[in-house]
């Protein structure tokens, strides 16, 4: 509805792949700006918009995929002046919002003044299960009521029992009880799975332990490649991503480690074979 071949987007130097296919696939080119440990570079945004506004600013401000790093409150309030004076359409994208450890999650961009312009998407497969492909869109009225029109015509009908039954989770306050229990054993999880990385792999790899989220962004040293590491661990039968689905630039040794789907025996697994992978 945004998009069109010849617009063009902003991201992440670093960004979720499956949106910069998605976006390239309608023909937009992308605008990378640097992501550091405060989030999205506000700076460059708006130097970007004073030589022509964008068509689309894609962004995930509470745990930016695949870093997990939160944008500042400094950079939120600055960016909420860009939108709205430049009137940039904007996708926040919130996907595991719940899940957030040391304190309360920081409120959402959307959740701000900014005439209309942000949409904000999240989704069910991360709160309940990844094979529940439920999301959802808070946009302006006509937005939403233009949205699904053009969901009509993609798909004519959802699964409305199913979709019902989820609703029913929230309206008896089901899911949010099954959401208090998971971030206790996520958090739990957390804990143990960055302990165990330090255990193992010490001096060779720098990661910070994230607020939130279920993943763990670790770089390695330059002589300690992430295709080399990923070899030694298939030899001992363990599968893990060579970096090429994370091979955001050139000069990144990094990996993304989810850690929220492993209890304590395949951790302390995953770290022995580690240690004797090094």
Known sequence: MILQ?????????????????????????????????????????????????????YIIPHHHHPTTVTLSAERRVKLLDIIKRYQ???????????????????????????????????????TLAPTIRLGYLIGGKDFVWQASKLKQVLDIRGDALFEESVAHLFTTGDMQRHL?????????????????????????????????GMAVW????????????????????IYLNDGSLHKYKEDVNGIRLGFASLNTSEMQTFAQVLKKSR
């Open 5 to 57: 071949p010849g617009s063009s987007v902003i991201v992440g130097d670093m960004n979720y792949v499956l949106a910069d296919r998605l976006f390239e696939q309608l023909g937009a080119r992308l605008i990378k700006v640097k992501v550091d440990q405060d989030g999205i570079d506000v700076e460059a945004i708006e130097n970007i918009c004073k030589q022509a506004r964008p068509s689309l600013l």
């Open 88 to 126: 940039l359409p904007v996708i926040e994208d919130d996907y595991d919002y719940d899940f957030h450890y040391e304190n309360a999650p920081i409120l959402p961009l959307a959740s701000a003044e900014h005439n209309g312009y942000v949409l904000y998407i999240g989704s069910i497969s991360k």
């Open 180 to 212: 208090r229990k998971s971030l206790k054993v996520y958090k739990k999880r957390r804990d143990q799975f960055c302990e165990l990385l330090q255990s193992s792999l010490g001096g060779v790899a720098r990661f910070v332990v994230p607020n939130g």
């Open 218 to 237: 670790t770089l390695l040293d330059p002589g300690y490649s992430v295709p080399k590491l990923a070899e030694r661990l298939a030899t001992n039968g």
